[in-house]
């Protein structure tokens, strides 16, 4: 069946060698010279400039958020052609699914199933036979329209006008999507595994069950998130194991340990018992982990470099701790030799110096109150927020390059 990764990141960075076989250059993630963030530099001075032009050398993904399927295609195939003839592999984005981020921040996304499906087609079309990192839909199980949890919350994304059929609908989609992009003979796509400050493994391993992650690569993690490699690479192994033990097991997902139980989401250090809670699990089951065979994650680490945001206690009704946060810095740079068998990659999926939208925290606006100022539209360039994540870049940027 296609779709279940390799053993080690190596051999995934080999297996997205250019299709020519040439290996010098292999598993290098694609830098598109015309990229947003070069764009942005063009329009900058000074240190804005500079920053921009610094993070420009850097590989980050390219994302599409709509369209006309004629267009798609011919956007997408650009940046393949240009990708495949430097011999590098490109990270495309798709982001179009109807109800997308539940009309907040980044509202859009095509006007029914059928549309978003002629669209997925014609991205697809563009990639061809090329190699290709797919990721699918951010946000595409995390926020989903009218849709019960594991223990039967209706969750907050409520459109007017629509029921729980929106959120069946919302796996057709992905499953439509799915079957069109697995059939690619080079593209490797993953779907939305949320993150470990979100849903509990088993949440996050249902959905993507369900959403046929059988036929696909994997899941992707921390997408325009801040979480640390030390708390989202030790999640892309419970929600993996979690898969298997779902899949090959019978295990409810409700039965998978989390980051919450037996774990203390606050306290990293007690981490350790989910791991042994998860090894008993496997040995009641009659099962071995199989890194090899069981689902890979690839993890946005473009602003994690100082982990997650912590707000000052009580200041704000509702902080947004994933808007703009103060102070975070760059995390490691773009890779697909990553050294964990369940993590094929380590990408800036969230292009680092691009807004999330303007942050109220809860104080109605229009400034973001722990900032001082209005920040941009989600997307536009944001040079405060861009020189703060050079300034306090974990491992550190060298700002000469």
């Known amino acids: 069946m296609k779709g279940f990764a390799l053993g080690t990141a190596l051999s995934f960075a080999a297996l997205c060698a250019p299709a020519s076989g040439e290996t010098p250059r292999s598993g290098r993630i694609f830098v598109d010279p015309d990229s947003t963030t070069s764009q942005a530099a063009a329009r900058l001075e000074g240190q804005s400039r500079h920053d921009a032009l610094l993070l420009s050398r850097i590989a ?3 994302w599409f958020a709509g369209g006309t399927p004629d267009l798609v295609e011919a956007k997408v195939r650009d940046i393949v052609d240009r990708a495949t003839a430097a011999g590098q592999v490109p990270v495309l984005v798709a982001y ?3 109800f997308r981020d ?3 921040y980044s509202a859009g996304g095509a006007s029914d199933s059928a ?12 990639i061809g036979k090329r190699h290709a990192i797919v990721i699918l839909e951010p946000d595409g199980l995390g926020i989903i329209p009218w849709h019960r949890t594991l223990d039967e919350t209706v969750e907050h994304c409520r459109p007017a006008g629509q029921d ?3 959120a069946d609908a919302r796996y057709e989609q992905l499953r439509g999507a799915v079957a069109i992009l697995a059939a690619l003979p080079n593209a490797r796509v993953y779907l939305d595994g949320t993150g470990s400050s979100w849903l509990a493994p088993g949440e996050a391993a249902n959905r993507l069950v369900k959403a046929d992650v059988a036929r696909a690569t994997g899941f992707f993690l921390n997408v325009s998130n801040f979480e640390s490699d030390a708390r989202v690479i030790p999640y892309a192994r419970w929600v993996s194991d979690c898969i298997a033990l779902v899949t090959r097991g019978g295990l409810d997902a409700r039965a998978c340990p989390s980051q919450y139980a037996p774990a203390d989401f606050k306290d990293h250090t007690t981490w350790g018992a989910t ?6 699990l496997f040995e009641k089951a009659g099962l071995k982990r199989d890194p090899a065979s069981q689902k890979h994650a690839v993890i946005d680490t473009s602003r994690n470099g100082r982990g997650s945001w912590h707000p000052p206690v009580g200041k704000y ?5 994933w808007c703009n946060p103060p102070n975070r810095g760059l995390g490691r740079q773009p890779t697909l030799e990553t050294g964990s068998p369940y993590v094929d990659a380590l990408l800036w999926i969230k292009i680092p110096g691009e807004s999330d939208g303007q942050c109220h925290r809860g104080r109605g606006g229009p400034a973001d109150p722990e900032r001082g100022l209005i920040a941009p539209s989600a997307g536009s360039w944001f040079p405060e927020q861009a020189r703060e994540l050079i300034e306090f870049a974990n491992p550190p940027i060298s700002q000469d390059r």
């Not at 549309?115 to 563009?126: D, Q």
């Open 60 to 62: 980050s993904a390219s």
């Open 96 to 98: 179009n699914i109807p």
């Open 102 to 104: 539940c009309a907040l």
């Open 115 to 126: 549309a978003y499906l002629a669209w997925v087609k014609s991205f697809a079309a563009g």
């Open 164 to 166: 729980s059929r929106a």
């Open 275 to 280: 791991d042994a809670a998860f090894d008993r």
């Open 317 to 321: 009704s509702d902080a947004e701790v």
